[in-house]
Structures are given as C-alpha cells and as structure tokens.
C-alpha cells in the first residue's frame, strides 16, 4: 500500500483554537484530498489538490484552508475551530494517470473539539 | 437530493448467504464508478472498480447501469471477514478526480 500518514491521530482542542491536521505520502502521488466523515455518513470532501501550490474548495470548505508547498505535504488547518468540526479526518492521495484511479488512504485524525 | 445514495442497511445476513447493495448516482456525467470497503474506525480501501460491462472479482461482482444511473455490487457465499461498511464512490471527468461517497451500506455477517 501507499504511504501516507496523518499526524496527529487524536487531537483534543477547544472552541476558538487553530488547528493543523498534516498529511504525508511518500509516492510522487499528484493528487491530495482531505474529507471528513461523520456518523453514519460516507466521506465529504473538504479540498482537494492537483499539484504544488494548486488546491481547491471541496462540498465542506467553509471554516477550512489547505496548503500545499511541497509534494509530499498537504496541510489542512481549522481557523478558529467549532465543535461542529468534531470529526474523523481523512487524507487521500491519488497518482495521476492511474488506470484504477485508486484513492490511498491515510489512517485517519479523531479531532474532538470542546 | 445527494449526489450519490445508497441504501444503509444494515444488512444482517447468514454466512454463505448472497447479498447485494446498490446504489444511484445523480450526475450523469460521472465517469468512473467504485466499491470501497470500510472496517470498522479504518481508512477505506479499494475493493474494486466497476466497468461498464460488469466485473468480476472471486466472490464479488459489480454491475454499472448508465442509463438508469446506478450501480450494483453482489456478494456471494459471504463470509463472516465480509462484515464491513461498503461505500459506492463516484468520480466525475474531470482529471483532478474530485470522488463522491455514498453514505455506506453496512453488512453483517453471522455464524
């Protein structure tokens, strides 16, 4: 499988805070996504991004912001963080050109903010 | 309306039972259609991609109707490693690959 990791995997934050979810993967892969997913519901993307410096508004954008300065590294950061952002956060990277258009998966960040 | 629905479930079913989700996509443009597998708090994982002519793959088949918009996945002779949530996953042209999930159908599988 890929390799792609999330950091941290817990993270306990309170109302107002900012907060920076990291993902990193070591394939070359063009292409990253952030979702978030929620009880009983499927994953929601947040951004997205196709290349260095390029990123774009996912369905959930509001209360959200990406960067991404180098390949590997793809940031999302929680402005001023709300508890409706509670939430399961997923990373996904995809190569491009992939026949299978596979999505590769981190393990995902538990973010409880209070 | 959501862009891609499927049916929650859950579906509790016997071991060696066959059993089938489906799942109805809004866009007719999409492009690409995909079974993800979910265990439990995990990351999803690819099961498998679903062509226009149907797939195959050991115990699960997925089938792609274009003009009524949905798409299938078939389960047979299921096992009780089969228990997990399945999301249906729809990708549009458009190369960046913006992929849309259904909410999952959970299945349970009992001895």
């Known amino acids: 499988d890929a390799g792609i990791t999330q950091s941290p995997r817990h993270k306990v934050t309170e109302t107002g805070t900012p907060v920076t979810l990291r993902c990193h993967q070591t394939?070359?892969?063009?292409?990253m996504y952030w979702y978030r997913q929620d009880p009983g519901h499927g994953l929601r993307l947040i951004h997205y991004?196709?290349?260095?410096?390029?990123?774009d508004k996912g369905e959930v954008s509001d209360g959200y912001s990406v960067s991404r300065s180098k390949t590997e590294d793809f940031l999302l950061t929680l402005e001023s963080a709300t508890s409706s952002q509670t939430s399961v956060y997923f990373c996904?990277?995809?190569?491009?050109?992939?026949?299978?258009?596979?999505?590769?998966f981190g393990s995902g960040t538990q973010l409880s903010v209070l | 309306r959501k862009e891609v629905e499927q049916d929650p479930g859950p579906f509790n079913v016997p071991e060696g039972a066959t059993v089938a989700f489906n799942c109805t996509y809004s866009?007719?443009?999409?492009?690409?259609f995909f079974w993800y597998r979910q265990d439990c708090r995990k990351e999803p994982k690819l099961l498998m991609s679903?062509?226009?002519s149907g797939n195959e793959d050991g115990r699960f088949t997925a089938q792609l109707n274009r003009a009524s918009q949905y798409i299938s996945l078939l389960i047979r002779d299921s096992k009780l490693s089969d228990s997990a949530t399945y999301l249906c996953?729809?990708?549009?042209?458009?190369?960046?690959?913006?992929?849309?999930f259904g909410d999952g159908t959970t299945l349970t599988v009992k001895p």
């Open positions: 996953v729809v990708k549009g042209s458009n190369n960046a690959g913006k992929s849309t």
């Open positions: 866009n007719s443009a999409s492009q690409s």
């Open positions: 991004s196709y290349g260095v410096k390029d990123t």
């Open positions: 679903v062509y226009s």
């Open positions: 394939e070359n892969h063009r292409y």
């Open positions: 996904a990277s995809r190569e491009a050109g992939a026949l299978d258009e596979k999505l590769f």
